[in-house]
């Protein structure tokens, strides 16, 4: 059985839809008070009214991990309204494949200032509230979400991938370094999930083999990784899963 996450802050980005929406949702149900991070502050919104109708408590703030001030006010806010974080889901991102010979450096772009520069906005300003976190309480966490396609080889899917990577071994460097602070850091690795993530992609190519991989397997769903997530958090202090690989059962890689 899941330990109840009761007393504990939660900060989730990319809450809005998909993995981040059910993680922020899941962690509420385990006693969480959870900050809700995202750009659509109308999704927002009627994500904490579900929690607070279930007898939760959450704060949304509406502002783009891009931006590296905004993220210092979002972690303010956070401290000042529910004392600051000890658990944070850094999970906004965005994925676009496409050929590399079609030269889409915009898409590119994009994916490196969200899944990259947004990543690192999110860990800059939420890291020293959970540092000061688990010197109080004995344990905090940082838990970065990564995929498959960090470890693995996907035709088109090249800067995405590339993305990902970073996240995993970025993610294994702070494990060893706010580790002996008692802050875990974890790399959530999931194969395909059915969410919003897909109806992102442009490229007619990618988007029949998603198609057709929806056709030969069950997707995993957002609720799937929301699971994960908690289970990671709810460990004792002394274990740390370091990195996590969930897939669907029919995804063979």
Known sequence: MITSLSGRVAVVTGASSGIGEATAE????????VAVLARRAERLDGLVSRIEKAGGRALALAADV?????????????????????????????????????????????????????????????????????GERGVADLINTSSIAAQNIFPNFAVYSGTKAFVTHLSRHLRAELGPKNV??????????????????????ALAWLEGSKQEMEWLTPQDVARTVGFVASLPPRANLQQVTIMPTGQAS
């Open 184 to 205: 875990r850091v974890s790399a959530i690795e999931p194969g395909i999930v059915g969410t919003e993530l897909q109806s992102h992609v442009t490229d007619e190519g």
């Open 26 to 33: 899941h962690l509420a149900e385990l006693g969480a008070r």
């Open 66 to 134: 891009t931006d590296a001030a905004a993220m210092r006010a979002a972690a303010a806010r956070v401290a000042s309204e529910l004392g600051g974080a000890d658990l944070l889901f850094n999970n906004a991102g965005v994925m676009l494949p496409a050929p590399i010979e079609e030269l889409a450096a915009d898409q590119w772009q994009r994916q490196i200032d969200l899944n990259v520069t947004g990543l690192m906005n999110v860990i800059g300003a939420f890291v020293p509230q959970l540092v000061q976190a688990a």
